[in-house]
């Protein structure tokens, strides 16, 4: 069993800069695949990035790469999101989720109904 807490998050200017953190309990010997998800009002549920626990390979949804940076602390069994040149359109609810002999590149498949989740944290980037 495999549970994700979700910390960080808030309001930022357009421009700015943000973190999100989540904590991983469980299932990390199971070549994890973790991801950040977002999801905005009115909006499907879309991925943001991804990344291996135990390669730390990472896949990045085109309109965040450059921008966002997806990585692990192993030792803290956490991963962070830190989200650069933030822009209105990345407002919205992100969740991590987590996939046991999990692939980055695949993880997009993930949907509420698979996988684990987190409960979420809101984001929003004024204009």
């Known amino acids: 069993q495999v549970q994700l807490v979700e910390s960080g998050g808030g309001l930022v200017q357009a421009g700015g800069s943000l973190g999100v953190s989540c904590i991983v309990s469980?299932?990390?010997?199971?070549?994890?695949?973790m991801a950040w998800f977002r999801q905005a009002p009115g909006k499907e549920r879309e991925i943001v990035a991804a990344?291996?626990?135990?390669?730390?390979?990472?896949y990045y949804q085109d309109s965040v790469k450059g921008r966002f940076t997806i990585s692990r602390d192993i030792a803290k069994n956490t991963v962070f999101l830190q989200m650069n040149s933030l822009k209105p359109d990345d407002t919205g609810v992100y969740y991590c989720?987590?996939?046991?002999?999990?692939?980055?590149?695949?993880?997009?498949?993930?949907?509420?109904?698979?996988?684990?989740w987190g409960q979420g944290t809101q984001v929003t980037v004024s204009s």
């Open positions: 989720a987590a996939q046991t002999f999990g692939r980055p590149d695949l993880m997009y498949r993930l949907t509420p109904t698979t996988g684990y």
């Open positions: 469980g299932g990390t010997d199971s070549r994890l695949a």
């Open positions: 990344i291996s626990w135990n390669t730390g390979s990472t």
